[in-house]
């Protein structure tokens, strides 16, 4: 038994001592400060470079854990950087305008990613930003004050605060929001229902902050993924006309989480922000030869809109309109449209809101905003 508990104690000695060697320190304006850094084991060229910004009270170590950072920056080849923030008395906290602090993590992060460039190779035309909650407001933060810098955001259920919406971005840059409806802790409208008071701008303030910023005009394109899964979620997808990029993800249904995977989930945050910062896509499960297309117009209308269908191998009979509660208001037998697959429908006697427009039971849907 003394020997087993010794090799026990050697193995949590070596363990405790590899997770040790990969936090790192580098000190910025006299204090010693924490990140880790995950590479891909072979790379020939210049790296990409993610810094991920984690949430209140987070620790990169276990963050690195859940994300598994590690098989991410093989699968990407990029480099992963996970800077921990400083305890500011209720555990580790960004500072991106939500308390009175004079500690300057946005000047930190961009000596942290100079200190970087000089030991790596890296691609200083490739520099990422992302967070989450917390994170996801030093993002929008990183994105103000150094955009000129960094070539893409994607923030997660984190806001703009009053203090940084009174700046005018350095320069535009490339924007991901993702936001969950039903999100209590950092609200869809600002409010956080959790802490009892307002947290920042609410969502559509932010897109038209970035909207300004970004020089965009018009309106977006709405568009969804495939309703695959039994998650009980709705991922809407807006694409602004933008000089710069800009889009939203609006999660229907969505809490305050990181859906991880899009094997669990019909997008998964890690594939979104992948594809939203390299204009690829990853490998994805679904066969998009076997999907429908469909196409409605006008979009937003003022109730009547039109449809469109090019049928795959197995044609639905059927297209079914939901409102945002998961009730059906209509549906369309396909039989009866025109001979180009063409048909109308209507819905004047509806709520203006969000529609989905469904084909394929479910493999094909369309976002309709009737205003």
């Known amino acids: 038994m003394k020997k087993l508990f010794t090799i026990s104690l050697l193995l949590l000695v ?12 580098f000190t910025w304006q006299g ?3 924490e990140y880790l850094v995950r590479t ?23 963050y690195d854990q859940e994300f598994n950072f590690a098989q991410i920056a093989e699968e990407y080849d990029w480099m992963i950087v996970l800077p921990q923030a400083l305890d500011q008395g209720i555990g580790p906290m960004w500072n ?13 992060l961009m000596a942290l990613l100079d200190s ?30 150094h955009g000129d810098r960094i070539d893409a955001c994607v923030a997660v259920s984190g806001l703009i605060t009053s203090v940084d919406a009174a700046q005018t971005p350095v320069a535009p840059v490339r924007m991901l929001h993702i936001h969950g409806t039903n999100d209590n802790v950092v609200g869809y409208n600002g ?40 998650d009980g979620l709705r991922f809407i997808r807006y694409t602004y006309n933008c000089g710069t990029d800009l889009q939203f993800l609006k999660v229907v249904g969505g809490v305050h989480d990181w859906y991880h995977s899009s094997a669990q989930y019909d997008i998964g945050y890690k594939e979104a922000l992948y594809e939203f910062c390299t204009g690829r896509s990853l490998p994805s499960s679904v066969d998009v030869r076997e999907m429908e297309q ?8 003022n109730g009547v809109f039109n449809i469109q269908i090019a049928y795959s191998s197995s044609p639905s009979k059927e297209i079914k309109v939901f409102d945002v509660y998961g009730k059906m208001v209509d549906v369309i037998n396909t039989m009866c449209a025109s001979s180009l697959g063409t ?23 369309k976002v309709v905003l009737k205003r």
């Open 14 to 25: 070596c363990w405790m001592g590899d997770l040790a060697a990969q936090v790192q320190h």
């Open 40 to 62: 891909p084991a072979n790379h020939n060229g210049t790296l990409p470079v993610l810094f991920f910004l984690h949430g209140l009270g987070g620790n990169v170590s276990n």
């Open 294 to 301: 469909l196409r409605v117009w006008p979009n937003p209308t």
């Open 191 to 230: 409010y956080s229902t959790a802490f009892g008071l307002t947290l920042g701008l609410g969502v559509d303030a932010i897109l038209d902050y970035w909207q300004n910023a970004n020089g965009c005009s018009g309106e977006p394109a709405i568009d969804t993924l495939p309703d695959l899964k039994n």
């Open 96 to 108: 991106a305008g939500l308390a009175s602090s004079d500690i300057d993590d946005s000047g930190f």
């Open 116 to 145: 970087l460039t000089v030991q790596f190779q890296l691609d200083t035309d490739s520099v990422f930003f992302a967070g989450v909650s917390m994170g996801g407001f030093m993002t929008h933060r990183m994105a103000i004050e």
């Open 343 to 365: 048909a109308q429908i209507d819905l004047s006697r509806h709520p203006d809101g969000i529609y989905f427009v469904q084909a394929g039971n479910g493999t094909t849907t």
């Open 31 to 33: 204090t010693e400060r």
